[in-house]
């Protein structure tokens, strides 16, 4: 279901019947901007996404620019995570002075994108923050939690069936007849079956979470 739904988002962004909301960050390094951001956001862990890069050069005239081709043939682009880095392999869009390069976003956080290198003779080294990437319950319906909630609340219930009945055998209300010592032994055989299983049940709601 979730792949499906990726897919139909994915397809409304390619004909353009949507358009993504941007949070990007833009510094100026000279005569330029560099604007760096997500492809799509929010960015959401483990899903496939693209760190986008824009560099531009502003026009005399006010809200003109010009986009700057092989902008990165001499910059070196990092991503950065906490400690952990990764060289990007940066590709150009088909509008002058856009780039992109696919990543897979492996932990919710904060990253940054380190530019480092020479632009047509201005020296460039500036790191970038892009938007937090975010975990999938952002996007998970319905929310993970209420089916937790739903499975904590049918241990408790099946937690206290099984104490009433280890009360009511101990207390003599459940009659044990047939074998007397035997049929007790039985009895409590598969109390401790149902009590094992409730325990597995536990142990796999954690493992779950």
């Excluded at 330029?32 to 960015?43: C, M, S």
């Excluded at 070196?76 to 992109?100: C, E, H, Q, W």
Aim: proline letters at 5%; hydrophobic letters at 40%.
């Amino acid at each position: 279901m979730k792949i499906a739904l990726f897919a139909f988002i994915g397809l409304l962004f390619s004909v353009g019947m949507i358009a993504p909301s941007f949070a990007h960050t833009t510094v100026e390094v000279g005569p330029y901007e560099i604007e760096a951001g997500w492809g799509v956001e929010p960015p959401i862990v483990g899903i496939r996404n693209d760190i986008v890069l824009k560099v531009i050069e502003r026009g005399e005239k006010e809200g003109t620019y010009t986009g700057i081709t092989s902008a990165f043939k001499g910059v070196d682009v990092t991503v950065m995570f906490g400690g952990a880095t990764k060289k990007l392999d940066i590709n150009s869009d088909p509008r002058p002075g856009y780039y992109y390069s696919s990543i897979i976003p492996t932990k919710t956080g904060t990253y940054q994108v380190d530019l480092k290198g020479d632009l047509r003779g201005t020296s460039i080294d500036v790191k970038i923050p892009v938007e937090d990437v975010e975990p999938t319950a952002v996007l998970d319906f319905p929310p993970s939690s209420s089916e937790g909630a739903a499975d904590i609340s049918a241990l408790k219930n099946a937690i206290s069936s099984l104490q009433q009945d280890v009360s009511k055998l101990k207390s003599g209300e459940t009659e044990v007849t047939a074998d007397g010592g035997q049929a007790y032994d039985f009895a409590i055989f598969g109390l401790s079956i149902a009590a094992a299983a409730i325990i597995l049940a536990i142990i796999a709601l954690v493992k779950r979470k």
